[in-house]
T-cell receptor, first 113, second 117 residues
Framework: AQSVTQLGSHVSVSEGALVLLRCNYS??????LFWYVQYPNQGLQLLLK??????LVKGINGFEAEFKKSETSFHLTKPSAHMSDAAEYFC???????????FGKGTLLTVNP | GAVVSQHPSRVICKSGTSVKIECRSL??????MFWYRQFPKQSLMLMAT?????????EQGVEKDKFLINHASLTLSTLTVTSAHPEDSSFYIC?????????????FGQGTRLTVV
């Protein structure tokens, strides 16, 4: 079975500061990992995904994440936060042949001016 | 990226009535569609997985007779909440999967806010 744990339900940063959202995974098979963003009352938009190619994955809107097998982590970062980054972020893992995504509990990112 | 259209975006219904939510993949054929439920300030909970032309596979604890899923074509899946009650009020999100293996990707609809009064 696969699972992800997002550390911190709420992260607050200042505009221009580094964004770091943490995600640790548990998987019995090589995982495929995803980060999604959700704006209020909307669906999810894929930021980036790791599918066993490069361990450093670059996504949209300046976000990137690094897969670290030794730490079972897939933290999401962005060098400089923008006001428009304020949203809910979900880490997800997909494992096995059933193609089901298992989501973390989410981290709400607020960006202060 | 591919577009998944979910309709309606908001619906208010009376207790005891049924509500149908549609999920369409507009520019691709979806191998599989998923239905999720999201409670306020919580994560997405997978309700069921549906493949075109076959019965949906429901997650443990999800009532099949209450949440009817029909996947009539490769571009359309519907979720019907039957005999709705206030506790069914929630945000429902569909997702459509495309591709195979490493190229598979899930695209999400914009969600439906259901309020049962």
């Amino acid at each position: 079975a696969q699972s992800v744990t997002q550390l911190g339900s709420h992260v607050s940063v200042s505009e221009g500061a580094l964004v770091l959202l943490r995600c640790n995974y548990s998987s019995s098979v090589p995982p495929y990992l995803f980060w999604y963003v959700q704006y209020p009352n909307q669906g999810l938009q894929l930021l980036l995904k790791y599918t066993s190619a490069a361990t450093l994955v670059k996504g949209i809107n300046g976000f990137e994440a690094e897969f670290k097998k030794s730490e079972t982590s897939f933290h999401l970062t962005k060098p400089s936060a923008h006001m428009s980054d304020a949203a809910e972020y979900f880490c997800a893992v997909w494992g096995g042949s059933n193609y089901k995504l298992t989501f973390g509990k989410g981290t709400l990112l607020t960006v202060n001016p | 990226g591919a577009v998944v259209s979910q309709h309606p975006s908001r619906v208010i219904c009376k207790s005891g009535t049924s509500v149908k939510i549609e999920c369409r993949s507009l520019d691709f054929q979806a191998t599989t569609m998923f239905w999720y439920r999201q409670f306020p300030k919580q994560s997405l909970m997978l309700m069921a997985t549906s493949n075109e032309g076959s019965k949906a596979t429901y997650e443990q604890g999800v009532e099949k007779d209450k949440f009817l899923i029909n996947h009539a074509s490769l571009t359309l899946s519907t979720l019907t909440v039957t005999s709705a009650h206030p506790e069914d009020s929630s945000f429902y999100i569909c997702s459509a999967r495309t591709g195979q293996g490493l190229n598979t990707e899930a695209f999400f609809g914009q969600g439906t806010r259901l309020t049962v009064v």
